[in-house]
């Protein structure tokens, strides 16, 4: 391979005091040169992410409805009615909750899923790839095609998971897996739809974790574990006390990603559920106070509610975790 | 038996369940998908539990459907599988003409808040895609970009660039900077530098953050329900097929034909690329 090492870019005389003000004209150029390129990035996020967000943040602190928008301009009337609404309205702190079973619930399934995944696909065998490449086919395909899958496969009176359980497992009777708010399971209610939820959303996403995971195990060299057998350990032990802390930092990061990107998601619990039987996510939630009362201030205010949970939960995770998923990142 | 012998054949055993029950957990669900596709409706009310396909039943019937336009009373993929197409592409070669100036500045200049990538994640993927569409609504009202496929082209270049720019910054940190180091000194700019230098350097993962946006805009379904579902002329096939399921009574083959025509075009490209695709998601994740 080449020999060139790694080091920074060109332009870098002799080491400079990092807190040096004045900087040399190559520098300054480079600086020039790096925000210019960038710019378009920054813009792009700016107009269409970064403002629409502040925007949003205002309206929740105003009383409007669509139809007022286009006239109101920036500076309504400022209240914390909506604040209030959301707090006080039905079903917020039940939705809430629902919120955060099912992220919990299907990050840690996707995650303990790869994982199981990545190290029975570790070793190479005949025929690895081709199943490397099915496993990711849930991650890969459309989510408005799966969720119809699976919806037609639970399906009480055609779905073939429903026929085969009632002819083979012994079910009295079919089971309404994403209608069905909760069914009595040996004298326990279990929350049926939103189980069937997290199952989705945990076969949709441990390919995500799988690949991360499998790439990290593959640098892992193998003379720590070959010195660990010479050692006499058993297999598990290996797992636990050489492979797995090396696995942490991802574990890490994966854990953060997952958090946030299920804390948020809308389509999945959408297009299953429509947000009902017990899986009324606060996602769903904000859009149906868009759509269907068309109440702008209320579905504002309610994102950046959830917003702002997601907000304080990454900082208490930040807080205890922080150092591995840094490591991770550098 | 020893612990360790045990185990070692425990886990042994355990491996291969694990395999096989994961590649009937993936697969099965599309199986299923194309087997109702092809099957008459009434065969799979009469007996839902058969799940393979007899030579006598084999209809593409659901397909002729679902491919027939509306005028001809079909349920008018073609116009919405053009729409995809447009949007897809149209967001794909945007983004990255926005992200590799972007990736490049990222991984090689040192400017004010070059380490700050992750804000720019933070930034776009921390609060909830729902929040963004009112102001983004009123905004395309404003610019007369509603209901077109351009504003949704807009919206998923900014939901598309973080990744991307983490995609290609990993790589263009590879091109060993000897290499640019030579070209300025031949009296290249710096944009020179990038266009004739790095990227053709870098071009099988420019390649691979291609697909991956590609394949992001052609299975976004939030925004194109946001912007779009006034406008069924400018339907995208996600939107199109969760329309349709919402509709009266569609036979669940039709929806499951729709389905593997939603899913075929991704899945091809994605199989067509996955070495490519699947190193470059996580060529930063084995740097420990």
């Known amino acids: ?330 | 038996m020893t612990r360790d012998g045990f185990q070692i054949r425990f886990f042994g055993i355990m491996r291969w369940v694990v395999i096989a029950v994961l590649v009937v957990a993936t697969v099965f669900p599309f199986y299923y998908m194309v087997l109702l596709s092809v099957k008459p409706i009434d065969e799979l009310l009469l007996d839902p539990g058969r799940i393979w396909v007899s030579a006598k039943e084999f209809s593409l019937d659901s397909y002729r459907s679902v491919l027939t336009s509306v005028e001809n009373g079909g349920q008018g993929f073609p116009l919405m599988l053009r729409n995809s197409a447009i949007v897809s592409i149209g967001a794909m070669l945007l983004t990255l003409l926005v992200a590799i100036p972007g990736a490049y500045a990222v991984s090689r200049l040192r400017f004010t808040g070059h380490r700050k990538v992750g804000a720019l994640f933070l930034g776009v993927y921390l609060f909830p895609a729902t929040l963004l569409a009112v102001p983004l609504f009123v905004m395309f009202a404003k610019v007369g970009l509603q209901g077109s496929l351009f504003g949704l082209i807009v919206v998923y270049i900014a939901q598309t660039v973080p990744v991307a720019i983490y995609m290609l910054r990993s790589y263009f940190s590879t091109v060993p900077v000897s290499i640019e180091e030579a070209a300025a000194l031949d009296g290249c700019s710096r944009f020179q530098i990038l266009r004739k230098v790095v990227l053709p350097l870098a071009a099988p993962s420019v390649m691979a953050t291609a697909l991956y946006v590609f394949m992001i805009a052609w299975n976004e379904f939030l925004f194109a329900l946001l912007f779009l579902a006034a406008e069924p002329d400018h339907w995208t096939v996600s939107l199109g097929l969760q329309q349709l399921a919402n509709g009266v009574e569609v036979p669940k083959t039709v929806l499951m034909a729709g389905s593997v025509v939603l899913t075929l075009p991704v899945v091809l490209m994605f199989y067509g690329a996955e070495r490519l695709l699947t190193e470059g998601l996580t060529s930063g994740a084995d740097k420990g």
């Open chain 1, 1 to 330: 391979m080449t020999t060139v090492t790694e080091r920074p870019p060109a332009a870098d005389p002799a080491p400079t005091p990092k807190r040096r003000r004045s900087k040399s004209p190559l520098r300054r150029e480079e600086n020039r040169a790096g925000l210019t390129l960038v710019s378009p990035t920054l813009v792009i996020v700016l107009v269409v992410v970064v403002l629409p967000i502040l925007w949003t943040v205002m309206l929740a602190f105003q009383n409007v409805r669509l139809v007022d928008i286009q006239s109101q301009g920036l500076w309504g009337h400022w209240t914390l009615r909506n604040l209030e609404r959301v707090f006080s309205s039905p079903g917020f702190w039940s939705s809430l909750w629902t919120t955060l079973v099912y992220t919990i619930g299907s990050t840690l399934g996707s995650i303990v899923v790869g994982l199981i995944a990545a190290l029975a696909l570790r070793k190479p065998f005949r025929g690895r790839a081709l199943i490397r490449g099915a496993m990711l086919l849930p991650y890969v395909a459309p989510v408005v095609a799966v969720a119809f899958v699976w919806q037609v496969l639970l399906s009480p009176d055609l779905g073939v998971v429903n026929h085969w359980g009632v002819e083979w497992l012994g079910w009295d009777r079919p089971i309404a897996f994403l209608t069905q708010r909760s069914y009595e399971v040996l004298g326990v209610p279990v929350p049926m739809a939103l189980f069937t939820v997290i199952a989705f959303e945990t076969w949709r996403y441990f390919p995500f974790a799988f690949l991360f995971l499998i790439a990290r195990m593959q640098a892992v060299p193998p003379v720590l574990e070959e010195a660990a057998v010479v050692d006499g350990t058993t297999p598990w032990q290996r797992f636990r006390f050489i492979l797995l802390p090396q696995l942490m930092p991802v574990v890490a990061l994966l854990t953060v990603l997952r958090f946030i990107f299920t804390f948020n998601k809308f389509d999945d619990v959408y297009l299953l559920t429509g947000g009902g039987a017990g899986t009324d996510v606060v996602a769903v939630r904000v859009y149906r106070f868009l759509t269907a009362r068309f109440d702008v201030g209320l579905a504002s205010a309610q994102a950046v509610v959830l917003a702002v949970v997601l907000i304080v939960l990454l900082g208490l995770y930040f807080r205890f975790f922080g150092r591995k998923v840094q490591e991770e990142q550098a």
